[in-house]
């Protein structure tokens, strides 16, 4: 088992920014590639961004590029989502996740039925 635990959610006015951070316990956080997604009221669960075990890859949702900033501390246990220029369309329900790395290379990284560890999530609102 996996245990995740998000933090860093909040109010922000539209423009500005918040980091998410993100700890894990349990098995061995390395073997484990990490991910954001978010679920906005009566939306379906969206990819944000995902690090490889070893933190040297990184994906993102195409609407996140170059606002949006995941990384990873594996020496920490932790990671981290920044997240600049926000939007009020950016207001969610912001879940990290973990998939076993041995997965990761079968593809459906943005998929959440990927994933075998959620937290319980953090909300973030960008007001206008």
């Known amino acids: 088992q996996v245990q995740l635990v998000e933090s860093g959610g909040g109010l922000v006015q539209a423009g500005g920014s918040l980091r998410l951070s993100c700890a894990a316990s349990?098995?061995?956080?390395?073997?484990?590639?990490m991910a954001w997604f978010r679920q906005a009221p009566a939306k379906e669960r969206e990819f944000v961004a995902v690090i490889t075990w070893t933190g040297r890859t990184t994906y993102y949702a195409d609407s996140m590029k170059g606002r949006f900033t995941i990384s990873r501390d594996n020496a920490k246990n932790t990671v981290d989502l920044r997240m600049n220029s926000l939007k009020p369309e950016d207001t969610a329900v912001y879940y990290c996740?973990?998939?076993?790395?041995?997965?990761?290379?079968?593809?459906?990284?943005?998929?959440?039925?990927?994933?075998?560890?959620w937290g319980q999530g953090t909300q973030v609102t960008v007001s206008s």
């Open positions: 349990g098995r061995t956080f390395s073997d484990y590639a």
């Open positions: 996740a973990a998939r076993n790395r041995l997965k990761f290379y079968s593809g459906n990284n943005n998929s959440p039925v990927a994933y075998d560890y």
